[in-house]
Nanobody, 113 residues
Framework: VQLVESGGGLVQPGGSLRLSCAAS????????MSWYRQAPGKERELVAV???????NYADSVKGRFTISRDNAKNTVYLQMNSLKPEDTAVYYC????????WGQGTQVTVSS
């Protein structure tokens, strides 16, 4: 199983980024997919989750700004991030969960002017 994140980078406050996580080696549609982030000196935290039904949940800190979606035909989960703030700066990881979990290697998002 492999999860590969992409789309991170440097963006100014108020800007947008779209992260992608491409999965291989698993039946993607069966997995609950989520995005986590870890800022320097902080614990990893859940950002958003999308279930096999398409239902979603978000951390309070990103509600109304971030949108998680999935394309089962492309084995990919996305995180659209709008109105980015400096406190969104972190390494973002995707996670796939069924009977066990798998993690990607992470992609750096830096929000700074």
């Amino acid at each position: 199983v492999q999860l590969v994140e992409s789309g991170g980078g440097l963006v100014q406050p108020g800007g947008s980024l779209r992260l992608s996580c491409a999965a291989s080696g698993l039946i993607f549609s069966n997995y609950v997919m989520s995005w986590y982030r870890q800022a320097p000196g902080k614990e990893r935290e859940l950002v958003a989750v999308i279930r096999t039904t398409g239902s979603t949940n978000y951390a309070d800190s990103v509600k109304g700004r971030f949108t998680i979606s999935r394309d089962n035909a492309k084995n990919t989960v996305y995180l659209q991030m709008n109105s980015l703030k400096p406190e969104d700066t972190a390494v973002y990881y995707c996670r796939a969960v069924l009977l066990r979990d798998y993690w990607g290697q992470g992609t750096q998002v830096t929000v700074s002017s």
